[in-house]
């Protein structure tokens, strides 16, 4: 069965300094891995997808196999970086997106 | 153009009633998602439309809930004899075509609170 695991319910960092929000998933087959975000009264939206290889707001997460992770990084954390961040792995069987517990980061000014 | 909505915002129940839970989709799109947030629990799948078919309904807790989607559009979720443990956010989401890795689009939930 897929699973998708964030170790850390809370994260505060200081401003300026490098974020890691980490993510290790289980899945059986080839996976596909995004990022959602959800900043305080707002929906959950779309940050990045692993197949994009795209960095959005500062942000980048390199997909490794070998460790079955999918960490999210930043070099420079933004107060407006502060929300909920939620890895998910895609089940291409049954369409199903599998999240996790999700990660709330704190941004200290 | 407006995106994912649904409603009511909020929904305040006695244990046994049944609730009824309504999502608009964004226009066009094909792919429709239901999902439940429990405090501390994350997003659990419950439930994705093709069209106005469901494949996969085993994501549903247990047979209290139902959904349906009419029109190639508008969703409606159901829970029958409603639990206290039925309390949570509920948040659809639809995608332009078919398939999970599709970018999805979040409504801002409905709020249940089960008395």
């Known amino acids: 069965a897929q699973r998708v695991t964030q170790p850390e319910k809370l994260l505060s960092v200081f401003k300026g300094a490098p974020v890691e929000l980490k993510c290790n998933y289980s899945?059986?087959?080839?996976?596909?891995l995004f990022w959602y975000v959800q900043y305080s009264r707002q929906r959950l939206q779309l940050l990045l997808r692993?197949?994009s290889r795209e960095s959005i707001k500062g942000f980048t997460a390199d997909l490794n196999k070998g460790e079955t992770s999918f960490h999210l990084k930043k070099p420079f954390a933004q107060e407006e970086d502060s929300a909920m961040y939620y890895c998910?792995?895609?089940?291409?069987?049954?369409?199903?997106?599998?999240f996790g517990t999700g990660t709330r980061l704190t941004i200290i000014p | 153009g407006a995106g994912v909505s649904q409603s009511p915002s909020n929904k305040v129940t006695e244990k046994g009633k049944d609730v009824e839970l309504r999502c608009d989709p964004i226009s066009g799109h094909t792919a429709l998602y239901w999902y439940r947030q429990s405090l501390g629990q994350g997003l659990e799948f419950l439930i994705y439309?093709?069209?106005?078919?469901?494949?996969?309904k085993s994501g549903l807790p247990s047979d209290r809930f139902s959904a349906e989607r009419t029109g190639g559009s508008v969703s409606t979720l159901t829970i029958q004899r409603t639990q206290q443990e039925d309390s949570a956010v509920y948040l659809c989401?639809?995608?332009?075509?078919?398939?999970?890795?599709?970018?999805?689009?979040f409504g801002p939930g409905t709020r249940l609170t089960v008395l």
């Open positions: 989401a639809s995608s332009l075509v078919r398939g999970g890795s599709d970018t999805q689009y």
């Open positions: 899945y059986s087959g080839s996976p596909e």
């Open positions: 439309f093709q069209g106005n078919s469901a494949p996969d």
């Open positions: 998910a792995l895609v089940n291409f069987g049954n369409e199903k997106l599998t």
């Open positions: 692993h197949i």
